[in-house]
């Protein structure tokens, strides 16, 4: 008897381990089987530290600005050299196809007041948005600021974000 329970409780555990591990819950909450819950993540790819859906990040259009104050340190030289040098010597048609804008902008000077406000920039700062059907997507780039020190890996780290962004 305590034979033929055993093994009763081992199927049915079998059987509700089985089903849970053929269900997931999305982030947004929908719960799928574990194959689509693997195919969605076949799309995804990471960006900083977060993975986002290949749909989520390809944009219509990349405004790149690199915002900074009258005076300026080394480091924040350097980064507006960097990100400078990258954009231009990298995106020049797509600069000129309008499918990115990029501008270094002094926050302390007047007529850049309005679009300092709107990134919440107050100094040394870069920021990229990624215009998706119209809707902006605005995030600040922080960790240029480590990669200072080794000015390949700061271009190629910003270069790898905005062809993913691209979609290329």
């Known amino acids: 008897m305590k034979k033929n329970i055993s093994i ?3 199927l049915f555990l079998s059987l509700v381990l089985t089903g849970c591990s053929q269900k997931t819950t999305t ?5 799928k089987n574990t194959d689509q819950a693997k195919n969605a993540n076949q799309t995804k790819q990471v960006v900083g530290d977060y993975p986002i859906s290949s749909a989520e990040l390809v944009a219509d259009k990349l405004e790149v600005y690199y915002f900074h104050r009258t005076a300026r ?25 309008g499918r990115i804008i990029f501008k270094e902008l002094n926050v302390e000077l007047p007529e850049n007041k309005e679009l300092a406000r709107k990134y919440q920039a107050t100094g040394s700062s870069l920021y990229i948005n990624r215009i ?37």
Do not use: H, M, P
């Open 73 to 97: 340190c080394y480091s924040c030289n350097t980064a507006g050299k960097y990100v400078s040098d990258l954009i231009i010597g990298t995106y020049g048609e797509q600069i000129k196809d």
């Open 27 to 31: 982030d947004n909450g929908i719960t």
């Open 132 to 168: 998706i059907r119209g809707q902006d997507n605005i995030e600040q780039e922080t960790k240029i600021w480590r990669l200072l020190g080794n000015e390949q890996q700061f271009k190629s780290y910003l270069e790898n974000k905005i062809n993913s962004y691209l979609g290329i």
């Open 8 to 10: 009763i409780l081992f």
